[in-house]
Each structure stands twice: as structure tokens, then as C-alpha cells.
């Protein structure tokens, strides 16, 4: 994922000397740690002192904690969400030949999963929300459709009626990819809860990060909840009998205690992150070169965690280098390139609207260290830049 670090460096003036404002970086890994240093150290050093480091409380904790917000009857910590995928789909029983139809603008851990399983990802177009067109769904529904990957793209859940609808009416599976989602949802329903299972991610630069890869899979289904437990421990069961091949996709126990304590105030980080889209689109909602995401308040069927804040912008290109020059990270999802378009992953397909959507969507800023002044400075810049072009 092009989540590196932009390393946005101070611009320098004509006479060499340093501007006053200071850059803001689009995401500020070292500042996720120095928030809370002294809480994570104390946490980190509880416990390696307990020596409680594979499946031991604080994940059971964890775990306990995160099926109780979602409302579901199980979560399970694995290794990140790329794995949390693979086993959702294995525990689902996906068998070989079998398709998937997912949104092409995600990440390729998504169709990655299928492919691993044995399965083979179908890609269809966005809508104008950037997520998953319940309409290219329904199009693309084969006899070898087994499933739908809703994929919950940035922090927005997808029209789930609609979804559940086709999937009802072909009887296709549901697997949600909420990577991006944890918190959000549609009709008050949480991402993560609509289908058979879904992984989440704890990538560090997700809203809920952790100090390396982490991912969790939830189900309200007894049996896919047993084969997932089994799944990401050898296919072990508690007598240590394997019951058929698993993976080692463990959800470490110190980045669990880690991710507890973060989820303690995972209402206020949503709620900042909310406030923050807010202000965007309060500064650039008359900008008319750029469309902005659906805002926080716009409907009441969504209820979005803002994962990311992609914008359409004109001139893309020239705006990210301007921005760039003034000391503003930005990032183009996906190293601009939407998954239909790796040709040597063997798609060969045309989506028009995920097309039209790659010439043109930029992700500002949007983190727990941006502050809003730094929002605002951002929104300037952009109207500094149309300006300039009018
Ligand atoms: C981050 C992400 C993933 C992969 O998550 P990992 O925990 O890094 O495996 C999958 N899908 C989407 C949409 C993501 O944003």
C-alpha cells in the first residue's frame, strides 16, 4: 500500500531561508507513538515482563471488546487483514472456480484473498461514492458467482440493502473487506457485520493502528467462528488436535494491548476525524474544480468514519505538486493504479467510472495529529491554486 511515509520536507524560499509554516505531513507515523509514549511504554513493558506473547489475555481482552462494539458473537485477532480476508473466505467454504465480484478501486490484498483461496476475483466499477455500484454487481452475476467483497472503502459503508438484495435474490455470499471501517455504518447497522464474515485491518495508518501489521475477522456464525479460531493456529483445535491445514496468522498479544488501549477512545477519535471532514467540507464545498466526499452530515443512512478523505480534484497532478511545494502531503490511493489495471494479474476489462475516478482522486490530510488550523491552511492552498488558474 503507497502508505510511506510522503516525508514532505519544509519548502525553502528564493533567499534559502525556511518559510514559517511548518509541513504537514499526510500521515505522521512517529507522531501516532509520541501521543501516548509514556501509556504505550508502560503497556509494552507490562507485558513483556508477563512474558505473554502469543493468544494470551490481552487478546482475549481485545477481542472480547471488539465483538462487543461491533455487536457481533465473535472476533478473532489474525495477522493482519490481508490473511483475515484468506481465512474469512476459506472458513466460508469458497471452493476452487469459484467468483467473487469486488470493487477494482481497493487495495489488491482484496482480490489477493480470493485468488489465494482458489477462487477467482471478478472486478466491477465504483459509483460516484468511490465504493463498490450495487448496479456493476448485479451485472456481473454469473452461475459460478459464489460471493460479493463489499470492499467499506474509506471509512464509508456500502448501500448494503442494495447488496444484500442481489445477494439474496442469487444466493451469493457476503464477505466484507472493512480495512478501512471499523465504526462505520449504514442504517445504523456497523461495516463488518452484513455478511457471513469480514476482516478489518490494524495497519498503523488505519484509524485503529497498531505498531505493525494486525487484523482481526468477525462472524456471528458458530461454525465459520470455529474453522477462523482453528484457521489461524495450524488448524489446531484447544486439545492441540489439527483438524485440517491452517496458517500461523496470529494477532500478536502486545499489539493487542496496544489496540485496546487505543479502542478505549475510539469514539472520540471517530468523532474528531468526523469534525475534521466537517471543516473540509465547510472550506471547499464552492470550490468547483473539486468534488468532495458525501459529508458527515450529508445523509442519514451513512455514518462515516472518514478512513480517508479522497477528493476529485482538476488538474490533480498539478495541485498534489503544488501542495507539495507549499509543504502538503497528499497520496493518490492505491499508487493510482486501480486493481483491474495490473495487467499481468490477468484482468482484462474496461471500468469506465473507477477509470474516470483514477484521473482525478487525491486524499488530503486527514489524521489525529492534524489540527485545525492546519485543515484550514490546506483549504486555502487549494483556493490558492484555482485562483491562480482562472
Ligand atoms: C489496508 C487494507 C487492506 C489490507 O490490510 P492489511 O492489514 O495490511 O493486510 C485490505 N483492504 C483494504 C481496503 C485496505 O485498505
Known amino acids: 500500500m503507497t502508505l510511506a511515509d510522503p516525508s514532505v520536507t519544509t519548502p525553502l524560499e528564493a533567499s534559502g531561508r525556511a518559510v514559517a509554516a511548518p509541513a504537514i505531513p499526510f500521515f505522521n507515523y512517529r507522531g501516532a507513538f509520541a501521543a501516548r509514549e509514556e501509556e504505550f511504554i508502560a503497556i509494552i513493558r507490562d ?176 461454525e465459520i467462528a470455529r474453522r477462523v479460531s482453528l484457521l489461524r493456529d495450524h488448524g489446531r483445535n484447544e486439545h492441540g488436535e489439527v483438524e485440517f491445514w491452517g496458517f500461523n496468522s496470529r494477532l500478536d498479544n502486545m499489539q493487542a494491548a496496544i489496540l485496546h488501549a487505543q479502542f478505549r477512545n475510539y469514539e472520540d477519535i471517530v468523532s474528531r476525524r468526523r469534525s475534521i471532514a466537517r471543516l473540509y467540507d465547510e472550506l471547499l464545498s464552492d470550490v468547483p474544480q473539486v468534488s468532495l466526499p458525501p459529508g458527515p452530515d450529508s445523509d442519514h443512512d451513512h455514518f462515516d468514519v472518514f478512513q480517508n478523505y479522497e477528493i476529485e480534484a482538476d488538474w490533480r497532478e498539478e495541485l498534489r505538486s503544488f501542495l507539495s511545494s507549499k509543504g502538503v502531503g497528499t497520496i493518490v490511493q492505491w499508487g493510482g493504479t486501480p486493481v483491474h ?10 471500468l469506465p467510472e473507477t477509470e474516470r475516478v483514477f484521473e482525478r482522486c487525491l486524499m488530503l490530510p486527514l489524521n489525529m495529529m492534524l489540527k485545525d488550523d492546519e485543515v484550514r491552511r490546506v483549504a486555502a492552498l487549494i483556493r490558492e491554486f484555482y485562483r491562480a488558474r482562472d
Not at 136 to 143: G, I, L, M, P, S
Open 47 to 222: 507485558v513483556l515482563r508477563r512474558g505473554a506473547f502469543i493468544q494470551q489475555s490481552d487478546l482475549a481482552e481485545f477481542e472480547e471488546a471488539f465483538a462487543r462494539f461491533l455487536g457481533v458473537k465473535y472476533a478473532f485477532g489474525v495477522g493482519n487483514a490481508t490473511d483475515g480476508l484468506i481465512i474469512s473466505f476459506k472458513a466460508a467454504g469458497l471452493a476452487a472456480g469459484d467468483e467473487v465480484i469486488f470493487p477494482s478501486h481497493t487495495m489488491v490484498a482484496s482480490p489477493a484473498a480470493v485468488a489465494h483461496v482458489g477462487g477467482v476475483p471478478i472486478p466491477v466499477d465504483c459509483g460516484p461514492d468511490h465504493l463498490l455500484d450495487p448496479s456493476a454487481v448485479a451485472a456481473a452475476v454469473t452461475e459460478r458467482t459464489r460471493a460479493i467483497m463489499p470492499v467499506q472503502l474509506n471509512g464509508r459503508t456500502c448501500d448494503m440493502d442494495a447488496l444484500g438484495e442481489i445477494a439474496e435474490r442469487h444466493n451469493l455470499l457476503i464477505i466484507e473487506d472493512a480495512a478501512q471501517a471499523l465504526g462505520s455504518k449504514f442504517r445504523g447497522r456497523y461495516a463488518g457485520t452484513f455478511g457471513v464474515a469480514a476482516a478489518f485491518s490494524f495497519y498503523p495508518a488505519k484509524i485503529l493502528g497498531c505498531f505493525g501489521d494486525g487484523g482481526a475477522v468477525v462472524t456471528n456464525d458458530d
Open 341 to 350: 489495471k495490473f495487467k499481468r494479474l490477468g484482468f482484462d476489462v474496461l
